[in-house]
């Protein structure tokens, strides 16, 4: 069994992480770190500072707690490339943060989160900013 966060340093995500965290921990799961950057974000030699950072903190974070962590960075489309990786990876479970946008505005924006979970092929956990 092996979870998949779709994670972007922002703050819903990091509640997203946290749950992840705790997911895998609980369940002795490999937890893979997905993140999903624009191409002029990344170079020969990887992604700019800022991804590489967040990236670097969430995986430390999760190995801290104790769990089994990958990071991965990619470029593309974010809701494709999510299905895309947790194919590539087997995964069981996608954990992804949703913001408390209104329907309105996902509705004219798009979500990767209700794209997610709409078309996933396995169980989909969605994080809700909410309060503390």
Not at 4 to 22: C, F, H, V
Not at 24 to 31: A, G, H, N, T, W
Not at 73 to 79: F, L, N, P, S
Not at 102 to 112: A, N, Y
Request: contains cysteine; aromatic residues 8%; proline residues 3%.
């Amino acid at each position: 069994m092996t979870a998949l966060l779709a994670y972007d340093g922002r703050p819903t995500s990091e509640k997203a992480l946290d749950y992840a965290i705790e997911y895998s921990v609980r369940f002795e799961d490999p937890l893979y770190i997905l993140t999903v950057v624009r191409e002029e974000q990344m170079d020969p030699e990887g992604p700019d500072e800022a991804v590489r950072e967040y990236m670097q903190a969430a995986q430390k974070k999760a190995a801290n707690a104790g769990a089994t962590v990958h990071s991965i960075i990619e470029t593309g489309k974010a809701d494709e490339m999510v299905l895309d990786v947790a194919d590539r990876y087997d995964c069981n479970t996608i954990i992804v943060g949703r913001s408390n946008r209104s329907s309105l505005d996902r509705f004219f924006l798009g979500s990767v989160s209700d794209y997610v979970a709409k078309n996933a092929g396995c169980t989909v956990i969605l994080v809700s900013e909410g309060n503390e």
